[in-house]
């Protein structure tokens, strides 16, 4: 199969370990895995940088990264990334040097990636998809959602893939905002919680909860009461919605009821601490 159904984990949950398709790329580093697709070998991860970390390998990739920095900061061939910094390096664009201070960075791949030795990039780069920094901290907040999406959001595009039409962006909602119809959508949709709650009808997800929801799959309504950042995405296309006709009463207490594989059936429960995102 492909990528399992999630919704949702909180990535403190997982233990931080050596997974080497990563760190063949990244070498001493930890990852927590949060979904992987065991046929192509594309991934979420959260990627944690030592402090003093310095890798140099002058190469490009064979998959697409994607990258947002949660904590800490990293620099990659002079360009420094801090936190809530993002870039998007399609498969072939050369690479050279790495370093951190010690950082947590949540990253994509697109396949499982492999490296090739190369001194410039690949003949095949798609120039028109890299993005090569983008500070979230700055420019300004855009709506331009479904004229049935609750009021009171703002989104900031990281990336509209001019080829794959895959959107990610960055959401930030008010506090006490919440909807009374269940949508669905039909590509995939992705998301990490960056900041503040998120109640839904399976529970309360906290700073670091993450989901991976396969195309067409009814959810929500999601309400919050304290506001919340989160980082989205999708996979197949950009993200149009389909909301069931009828309301219903928002239920600010539901039952914690995730649904998760059974690899991740028996995590250590989480704690309900706050304190990070990771």
């Known amino acids: 199969m492909g990528r399992p159904f999630i919704e949702f984990v909180q990535s403190q949950q997982l ?7 990563i760190t063949n790329l990244r070498p001493k580093t930890l990852v927590r895995e949060l979904s992987l ?28 990264e994607e990258f947002f920095v949660i904590d800490g900061e990293i620099t990659i061939d002079g360009q420094k990334y801090g936190r809530y910094n993002y870039g998007h390096f399609p ?3 050369h690479t050279k040097t790495i370093s951190s201070t010690g950082a947590v960075v949540l990253t994509f791949f697109d396949a499982k990636p492999e490296i090739v030795s190369a001194s410039s990039d690949s003949p095949t780069l798609e ?11 700055a ?6 959602f479904n004229p049935d999406f609750p009021p009171g959001a703002g989104r900031k595009w990281m990336r509209r893939d001019p080829v794959t039409l895959d959107e990610t962006w960055v959401l930030g909602t008010m506090p006490l905002r919440y909807g009374m119809r269940s949508e669905k959508h039909p590509v995939v949709e992705e998301a990490y919680l960056l900041s503040g709650e998120l109640i839904g009808h399976l529970g309360v997800m906290t700073p670091g909860a993450y989901f991976w929801r396969p195309p067409e799959e009814p959810h929500g309504p999601f309400g919050s009461m304290t506001g919340n950042l989160y980082l989205f995405r999708t996979i197949g296309g950009p993200l149009s919605t389909i909301y069931e006709p009828d309301s219903r009463e928002f239920n600010w207490h539901p039952k914690h009821d995730p649904i998760l594989p059974a690899e991740l059936a028996n995590l250590p429960a ?7 995102a990771y």
Request: glycine letters at 10%.
């Open 15 to 21: 233990p931080w370990v050596d997974k080497p398709y």
């Open 37 to 64: 697709d065991n046929e192509t070998g594309a991934c979420s991860v959260l990627i944690q940088y030592p402090k003093n970390y310095s890798h140099e390998d002058s190469h490009y990739l064979t998959a697409d």
């Open 91 to 93: 498969k072939g664009m």
């Open 127 to 137: 120039k028109e998809r890299v993005i090569k920094h983008i500070d979230s901290l």
């Open 139 to 144: 420019g300004e907040w855009g709506g331009n």
């Open 270 to 276: 989480y704690d309900g601490c706050v304190c990070q």
